[in-house]
Structure formats: structure tokens, C-alpha cells
């Protein structure tokens, strides 16, 4: 029998194998492009009806740790709508096939999250494609490392802070009137917001912002029934890496600092993701789930 998610591993052994070598990629980067693969759970995930009949829109359903989660919500019986940028569409592609083999309704909604617009048309059209709305991922997010604050332009700063903060805050506004009790939003953050790297100042600064929006808000929506919720993942094998996320030379030892002493996978993220998305979840809102090989968090 082959490996699901169930199946119980050594942890610090799984994936252990998997050592990227230097690889640069133009931003955003692909999933197509990445060696070795990342394991979005393709061949693992298995669905058990736990999000049966619900509707999700995930930003970044293209690659990485959206596109882990849009299969895992897919095989768990949701319909899902993925946004992502046009220059992704190989990888929106590949994830929208794996997605219809579920059996679910599929969108796909290409556009840029710096633009307030799409965002709200981004709402609309995951709403009318996929008959209403109940789950909100916010997970589309930039990261560009820059060794100095003389060398983040003006323009980077703005483009992280619209594409991790602004985006967030347009989507989830636009999507409330459409969110039954027993909703739930999840917005996706980082290990950065607690343990900044020198390098991230820009990027770690949108995470720190995302915790504190998340457990606002879920103080705000949890009278009405609707849970707002993050996950903050720590190293991940994503495009988002070798796209200037991080310098070549950190590439090849990339996680090996966590406890568990390697990077993770896209797959390990969706189950954390599916948690928070269905109905097991109840009693649990303004909450920060950490993925990420056992550092510290306060
Ligand atoms: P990824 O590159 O696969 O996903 C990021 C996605 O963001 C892209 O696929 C792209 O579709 C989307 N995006 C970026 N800019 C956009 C724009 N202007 N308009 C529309 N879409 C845009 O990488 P990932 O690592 O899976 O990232 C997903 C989330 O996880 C991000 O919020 C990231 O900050 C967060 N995260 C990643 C790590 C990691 O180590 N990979 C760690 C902590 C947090
Ligand atoms: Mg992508």
C-alpha cells in the first residue's frame, strides 16, 4: 500500500532525501520548474468527505502550499476556485486537471492581487462559478530578500505589502456578505512574523501584519459564526524560494536549521489548512497554526 497522509513516518526521515541544488527562477516561478518536485500531495492526499459540498477560493492555487490545499480540499469534497498570476497558467493548469479528477467544480481566475479590482471581481467570480462561497484562503504572497534597506525600492515594498496585506484585506472584504456562520477564513503567514530574517524586513513585516489582522478579525467575525484563522509555515519547498525568496547559497541547506533538520513539503501544509476549514474545528478561532519542523513560537 502506498503512503497517504495517515500513514505514520519518521518525520525527521520523510523527505529527508530531497536536496535541492542551487536554481534561480525569474518571479513568481513555477512548479514546473522546480528540481527536485515539490510533493503537493498528488500521489498521497486522501479525501474522507470532511469538507463535502463546501466552496473555497485559494490564492496561489497554483503551486505550492495554495496548490497542496486545493487538492486536499478537492479530494475532501470542496469545490474550489484558484487565483494566481496569467504567467502561472502552466502550473493553474496542471492543478486544475489533478482538482477535476475529484469530481468537483473547478475555477480558474487568473489576475494580479496588487489590483484592488481583480480582487473584488475575484470574489464575484468564484461566487457566481461556483454557486456561494463558505472558505477563504488568503495565501498568494511575495517574498524577495534584499541584503540591505538602501537596496528595498519603494516599489518592492508597496508590491509586498499589496500583495500579502492589501490583497487580503480587499478579498476578505468583498467575500464577507457572501460567508454563512460556519465559515471560515485562513490567512497564510510565516515563522518571519516572530523570528524576522535580516533580509526579509519588507516581507516578515506583511506576516507580523497578517497575525495581527487574523486574530482582530476573528474577534470581530466569531459572534457571527465565521472562524478567522492562519497558518504559519516554516522552511517550504516552493517556487517562492528559488524566485528570490531566498539567496542561491541558502537553497542547497534550506531547513536544515528547523528541529526536524530538513525543509517541508507543500503536503505537509494542507491537512493544518483542511483543519481549519471544516467543522472539526469549532472552538478554535484567532489561532495561528505553526507548520514548521518544530521552532519555537510565542
Ligand atoms: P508559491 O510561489 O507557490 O505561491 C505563492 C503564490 O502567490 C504564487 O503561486 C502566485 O500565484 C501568488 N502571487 C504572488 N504574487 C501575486 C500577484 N501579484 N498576483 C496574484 N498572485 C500572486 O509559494 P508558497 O511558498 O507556496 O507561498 C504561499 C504562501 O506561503 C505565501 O503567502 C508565502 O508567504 C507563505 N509562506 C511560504 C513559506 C515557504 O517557505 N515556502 C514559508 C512561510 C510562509
Ligand atoms: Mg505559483
Request: proline share 7%; hydrophobic share 40%.
Amino acid at each position: 500500500m502506498s503512503r497517504d497522509q495517515y500513514t505514520f513516518v519518521n518525520p525527521a526521515e520523510l523527505y529527508a532525501d530531497i536536496k535541492p541544488e542551487k536554481q534561480h527562477m525569474p518571479e513568481p516561478g513555477l512548479d514546473a520548474d522546480l528540481t527536485p518536485k515539490a510533493d503537493l500531495g498528488e500521489e498521497s492526499y486522501r479525501g474522507t468527505g470532511r469538507l463535502a459540498g463546501r466552496k473555497a477560493l485559494i490564492t496561489g492555487g497554483d503551486s505550492g502550499i495554495g496548490a497542496a490545499t486545493a487538492i486536499a480540499f478537492a479530494r475532501e469534497g470542496a469545490d474550489v476556485a484558484i487565483s494566481y498570476l496569467p504567467e502561472e497558467e502552466t502550473d493553474a493548469e496542471r492543478i486544475a486537471g489533478i482538482l477535476r479528477e475529484a469530481g468537483v467544480t473547478v475555477a480558474k481566475l487568473p489576475g494580479d492581487l496588487r489590483d484592488a479590482a481583480y480582487c473584488r471581481s475575484l470574489v464575484d467570480d468564484a461566487v457566481s462559478q461556483l454557486g456561494g462561497l463558505d472558505i477563504v484562503v488568503n495565501n498568494g504572497g511575495k517574498q524577495v530578500y534584499q541584503e540591505s534597506l538602501t537596496d528595498l525600492t519603494d516599489e518592492q515594498f508597496d508590491d509586498t505589502f499589496k500583495t500579502n496585506v492589501y490583497a487580503m484585506f480587499w478579498i476578505t472584504k468583498a467575500a464577507l456578505p457572501h460567508l454563512a456562520p460556519g465559515s471560515a477564513i485562513i490567512n497564510t503567514t510565516s515563522i518571519q512574523a516572530y523570528s524576522p530574517a535580516a533580509i526579509l524586513v519588507d516581507y516578515a513585516s506583511t506576516k507580523a501584519t497578517i497575525n495581527a489582522f487574523t486574530k482582530g478579525l476573528a474577534a470581530q467575525l466569531a459572534p457571527q459564526g465565521i472562524r478567522v484563522n492562519a497558518v504559519a509555515p516554516g522552511p517550504i519547498w516552493t517556487p517562492l524560494q528559488p524566485s528570490d525568496g531566498q539567496p542561491q547559497e541558502k537553497i542547497e541547506e534550506f531547513g536544515a536549521e528547523t528541529p526536524l533538520g530538513r525543509m517541508g513539503q507543500p503536503a505537509e501544509l494542507a491537512p493544518a489548512y483542511v483543519f481549519l476549514a471544516s467543522a472539526e474545528s469549532s472552538y478554535v478561532a484567532g489561532e495561528t497554526l505553526n507548520v514548521n519542523g518544530g521552532m519555537p513560537t510565542p
